[in-house]
């Protein structure tokens, strides 16, 4: 059992607790002890979405997860921003302010492209050893500094009628703008999305963004940005590297392929998490001295990373550089 199981995580369960699930799961089909698993990511429990899981040798490969980009569906509400950031936390601050989608089409693309933001005190991010979350619950002032990020495409939702609003062509790198001209207050009926001139009392957006990026952050930014508070009330993420929703499945479903021993139906080859890496086909002396950690030399390849393989065995992650081979992450596989 080598490669990827892609989990749907449901809302509630943390990512830890869907690696948990995993290994019960591998346990109960009789797939032997000691199977490495690991998460490429974290997930926050009150998301959902696309939770690559990693299993036996792919677990080498997790950390390139944490590097890749992600692509979000999150819905802002407007006129409270909480502790969290998010519907968990208390409320902390509120306003009679709502945006026009006028404005919202405006404000957009200053955050697109590089920007910077400060994440939530309330996240995983470690201040002398402590997890901000940890001092944030125990009633201590947390200050966390910002950090760069990039915000590639930022649309609202088609489920809402929405169009793309802005890319990271248009981007201006700004984390916050003048405050817009205050709004009426306004609850709208539910019906059709809103009309440029209407008010918001929230907007579900997509964002394509890179590794590091809060979504929580971006959403209290664009409320700040438009003159009013906000916060997140759903996070559901959609992609995350190269896996979609499309292979991914209910924790139920996991439940019930470990049941009947057949969770190598839903296993993602270990090259699914590397499939922006071109292969780099091997001979058996080849493999041989990579797997000794030996390097290749006299390789004429373009410098970057390959996927090294001895027909249609991993052998290793490696590095090319002036028609040289080096073991970047090497795979225990027969």
């Given at each position: 059992m080598h490669g990827?199981?892609?989990?749907?995580?449901?809302?509630?369960?943390?990512?830890?607790?869907?690696?948990?699930?995993?290994?019960?799961?591998?346990?109960?089909?009789?797939?032997?002890?000691?199977?490495?698993?690991?998460?490429?990511?974290?997930?926050?429990?009150?998301?959902?979405?696309?939770?690559?899981?990693?299993?036996?040798?792919?677990?080498?490969?997790?950390g390139r997860m944490l590097d890749s980009d992600k692509v979000y569906d999150f819905t802002i509400r407007f006129g409270e921003q909480t502790s969290t950031l998010d519907a968990e936390g208390e409320v902390v601050a509120t306003s009679d302010v709502r945006p026009t989608r006028d404005a919202l089409e405006a404000v957009l693309p200053r955050f697109t492209g590089p920007i910077t933001q400060v994440p939530p005190?309330?996240?995983?991010?470690?201040?002398?050893?402590?997890?901000?979350?940890?001092?944030?619950?125990?009633?201590?002032?947390?200050?966390?500094?910002?950090?760069?990020?990039?915000?590639?495409?930022?649309?609202?939702?088609?489920?809402?009628?929405?169009?793309?609003?802005?890319?990271?062509?248009?981007?201006?790198?700004?984390?916050?703008?003048?405050?817009?001209?205050?709004?009426?207050?306004?609850?709208?009926?539910?019906?059709?999305?809103?009309?440029?001139?209407?008010?918001?009392?929230?907007?579900?957006?997509?964002?394509?963004?890179s590794k590091g990026t809060y979504i929580r952050s971006l959403a209290r930014d664009i409320a700040l940005a438009l003159g009013t508070v906000g916060h997140v009330i759903m996070l559901r993420r959609t992609k995350a590297g190269p896996f979609t929703l499309a292979p991914a499945i209910s924790l139920d479903k996991l439940n019930e392929m470990g049941q009947a021993a057949t969770l190598e139906q839903i296993l993602l080859p270990l090259r699914a998490g590397l499939d922006d890496i071109p292969a780099l086909a091997l001979d058996p002396d080849q493999a041989g001295a990579l797997r000794q950690g030996r390097v290749l030399a006299g390789i004429a390849v373009d410098d970057g990373q390959y996927f090294a393989m001895l027909g249609d065995i991993p052998v290793a992650l490696v590095e090319a550089l002036d028609e040289q081979v080096r073991v970047v992450r090497g795979f225990n596989l027969d």
């Amino acid at each position: 059992m080598h490669g990827w199981i892609i989990l749907d995580k449901p809302l509630g369960l943390g990512s830890t607790q869907g690696v948990s699930a995993v290994k019960r799961c591998l346990r109960q089909g009789g797939y032997g002890k000691g199977i490495k698993v690991g998460h490429g990511g974290t997930l926050d429990p009150l998301a959902t979405g696309v939770l690559p899981i990693a299993v036996g040798e792919a677990t080498k490969l997790a950390g390139r997860m944490l590097d890749s980009d992600k692509v979000y569906d999150f819905t802002i509400r407007f006129g409270e921003q909480t502790s969290t950031l998010d519907a968990e936390g208390e409320v902390v601050a509120t306003s009679d302010v709502r945006p026009t989608r006028d404005a919202l089409e405006a404000v957009l693309p200053r955050f697109t492209g590089p920007i910077t933001q400060v994440p939530p005190a309330y996240s995983a991010l470690k201040i002398d050893g402590e997890r901000a979350y940890d001092l944030a619950r125990a009633g201590e002032e947390v200050v966390l500094a910002s950090r760069a990020v990039t915000i590639h495409s930022l649309i609202s939702s088609p489920a809402r009628g929405g169009e793309p609003f802005a890319s990271a062509n248009g981007g201006g790198g700004e984390t916050l703008g003048e405050s817009l001209a205050e709004a009426p207050l306004h609850h709208p009926a539910d019906g059709p999305p809103p009309r440029a001139g209407e008010d918001l009392e929230e907007i579900t957006l997509t964002a394509h963004v890179s590794k590091g990026t809060y979504i929580r952050s971006l959403a209290r930014d664009i409320a700040l940005a438009l003159g009013t508070v906000g916060h997140v009330i759903m996070l559901r993420r959609t992609k995350a590297g190269p896996f979609t929703l499309a292979p991914a499945i209910s924790l139920d479903k996991l439940n019930e392929m470990g049941q009947a021993a057949t969770l190598e139906q839903i296993l993602l080859p270990l090259r699914a998490g590397l499939d922006d890496i071109p292969a780099l086909a091997l001979d058996p002396d080849q493999a041989g001295a990579l797997r000794q950690g030996r390097v290749l030399a006299g390789i004429a390849v373009d410098d970057g990373q390959y996927f090294a393989m001895l027909g249609d065995i991993p052998v290793a992650l490696v590095e090319a550089l002036d028609e040289q081979v080096r073991v970047v992450r090497g795979f225990n596989l027969d």
